[in-house]
């Protein structure tokens, strides 16, 4: 099993900057991306950033220029750094890890949410 750890949401004012981070451990082979995604009340989760890899990093349109993804690759972590945020940011953040086990095959593995509000 792969198990991922979020830190970084809370409350901030339209304007303001957070850092998301992710850690991921336990039984990984490789990792084959690292990304995030949201979910608005009432809303579909979707796409933030992902981090392929071997690929080219792919944002939403509503956050690029914004918002940057990184990973440290040593300690299988994904940060998401978000500046100017907007009251339309406000969502829980999950953090997806696409990973292959020392015995399992590829699989999505989910973090368990952080919740970022961007309100005055």
């Known amino acids: 099993q792969v198990q991922l750890v979020e830190s970084g949401g809370g409350l901030v004012q339209p304007g303001g900057s957070l850092r998301l981070s992710c850690a991921a451990s336990?039984?990984?082979?490789?990792?084959?991306?690292m990304g995030w995604y949201r979910q608005a009340p009432g809303k579909q989760r979707e796409l933030v950033a992902i981090?392929?890899?071997?690929?080219?990093?792919n944002y939403a349109d509503s956050v690029k220029g914004r918002f940057t993804i990184s990973r440290d690759n040593a300690k299988n972590t994904v940060y998401l750094q978000m500046n100017n945020l907007k009251p339309e940011d406000t969502a829980v953040y999950y953090c997806?890890?696409?990973?292959?086990?020392?015995?399992?095959?590829?699989?999505?593995?989910w973090g368990q949410g952080t919740q970022v509000t961007v309100s005055s």
């Open positions: 336990g039984n990984i082979f490789s990792i084959n991306a």
């Open positions: 997806k890890v696409v990973a292959r086990g020392w015995a399992t095959g590829l699989r999505d593995y």
């Open positions: 981090r392929p890899s071997g690929g080219n990093t």
